[in-house]
């Protein structure tokens, strides 16, 4: 028995339509399926924001790649200072040598270099975040220096270390800061014509830390502190030392 021609057409069309839909839903499938092959883990959840991501990185740090950055701590640290004396001086500048008797004060020499005397230096700071770290210090000579017949280094200032691999054990920092410095001179009766201005100091040190817990580090840095007031003076320097941190 034949059907109606246009009950005909009818089967054809929903019969053509049920292919197209069965092979879409197959190439969906497909395109599913391989998608889970790349990517097992977005069939349980979406794919996370950068946000999310970097919390799941810290997450999966495993107990032998801890985080030492100093986000957020307090720290103290203290350190022995060390280094060159290099100075050119003004004529209304102390001596930097044991003065000339034979020669008058605008003859004596201008240029001088020797040994500066040890000093400790210590400091306190904050780190807004892992990679600066803010700080506040002081720096106390343990002796004074007899070439210029200076009275032991006294000076304070502010700095900032910047750190790279900030949040690893062993990490590399960069230390800019600004002091001020006011010792006076010594009793010398040879250099009493002299004013020991204050001066104001440019300091730039770089080095590694290597931080053996997440409160403890010890450190070592090589740089060069300026002042141009008193004289041009400069002093290439090494220091060591250690730093705690809180909490």
């Known amino acids: 028995m034949r059907l109606p021609a246009t009950r005909q057409i009818d ?20 395109v599913s399926g391989l998608a889970l092959a790349a990517d097992p883990d977005s069939a349980d959840e979406p794919r996370p924001d950068s946000a999310r991501a970097k919390a ?30 290099m100075i050119f001086r003004y004529d209304s500048s102390p001596y930097c ?43 106390f000579g343990l002796k004074g220096e007899s070439e210029t017949d200076t009275q032991a280094l006294s000076v304070f200032g502010v700095g900032a270390r910047i750190y790279t691999m900030s949040d690893s054990a062993f990490k590399i920092f960069i230390d800019p800061a600004l ?9 010398d ?22 931080d053996v817990a997440k409160f403890v580090g010890f450190f070592l840095d090589a740089g060069l502190t300026t002042g141009i007031l008193r004289s041009i003076h400069s002093e290439l320097e090494l220091q060591g030392g250690v730093q705690v941190r809180f909490p």
């Open 179 to 187: 002091a001020y410095e006011f010792e006076g001179g010594g009793s």
């Open 11 to 30: 089967y054809r069309w929903v019969t053509l339509k049920t292919r197209i839909a069965l092979a879409c839903f197959g190439l969906s499938t497909l």
């Open 189 to 210: 009766p040879r250099y009493a014509s002299f004013s020991y201005k204050k001066d104001m100091l440019f300091h730039l040190a770089a080095g590694p830390q290597f």
């Open 97 to 139: 040598v044991s003065p000339d008797a034979a020669k008058g004060a605008k003859d004596q020499q201008k240029f001088c270099g020797h040994a500066a005397p040890l000093a400790l230096d210590v400091a306190v700071s904050f780190a807004p975040l892992n990679f600066v770290e803010p700080y506040v210090f002081g720096r």
């Open 56 to 85: 799941k990185a810290e997450d999966s740090r495993s107990p032998d790649d801890p985080n030492f950055g100093h986000f957020f701590q307090f720290g103290l640290r203290a350190g022995l200072v060390g280094g060159y004396n």
